[in-house]
């Protein structure tokens, strides 16, 4: 991927400074723990870290913060 | 040295946890377990804090339970597969000091490189957005080594045949050790993909055969808790 062909959005990213760039991070980190995102690992099958002890107790799929709604009708009810 | 120094570096823009690359000496140890301790970081999942298991290149998963820092994951490593040991590391180690007094030591670019050749599909763009990064910011007068590292590193077809056109001496004295280079050099841009996704593919066997013992240990270690 060259510079040229990144979204606009990227383009401002990477054109700010770092500490301009920790500072953006940390508000956009508040911002997605205030609307109840997870700090749990995203499941990944391709990491060798992919253990289900990463997860939070209770959660549903182990991510923090997701609750199980609705289950489709392929799937499993527990 | 992962996700955080990619928000430093401009390749990510948030990250849910901490990799921590740590010296493996006794002394730093003790200070490392002190500062665990005032983040009240509670080790979760295998395998143990220990020296020994770190040296042999596993991660130890903690989670914070101090006051701004609740649920927060820390990783720590001493070693990881195909990266420098810690003295090199931290001799080319980038620092960024805030307007608070904090400094962050990250990994510098090439060597964060090296250490996101994992098996993890995940990583594989950001190596690409960390290469391009380091070669807009230094592109107007290169050192050797930036050009040694483009050559080496680069992963897509449009930069790595712009980096091969510009400095061909250069590619032609790395290409016996990166063969796709030829092909970059020959401007075939099909190929030249195909070689990349090849290339990117044995990496991931390797890090897969790297790990194959290290994920056992951790089954074993797994079962002896339950």
Known sequence: ?????????????????????????????????AMGGSLDPDPDPTSPFDFPELWSAGASHGRAGLRVLRRGAGEQGH | ??????????????????????????????????????????????PPFDSEILQRGHAVHFRCAADGTEGLRIDVMTRMRGVDDFSKLWSRRTTVADDRGSEYHLLSIPDLVQAKKTQRAKDWPIIELLVSIHYRENDTSP???SIDFWLREARTAELLSQI??????????IQPQRRLLQTALSGQMDLLRAELDEERRTEQAKDREYWEPLKRELERLRHGER
């Open chain 2, 143 to 145: 050192s050797a080594e």
């Open chain 2, 164 to 173: 091969c056109k510009r400095f061909p001496s250069e590619a032609a004295t």
């Open chain 1, 1 to 33: 991927m060259q510079f040229d062909d990144l979204p606009d959005e990227w383009k401002e990213w990477i054109s700010l400074t770092p500490l301009e760039r920790l500072r953006r991070s940390e508000q956009i980190f508040a911002d997605y723990l």
């Open chain 2, 1 to 46: 040295m992962g996700g955080q120094a990619c928000v430093f570096y401009g390749a990510a823009q948030v990250s849910k946890d901490i990799d921590f690359v740590v010296l493996a000496d006794d002394q730093n140890f003790a200070r490392l377990q002190d500062a665990l301790g005032r983040l009240q970081a509670a080790r979760i999942a295998v």
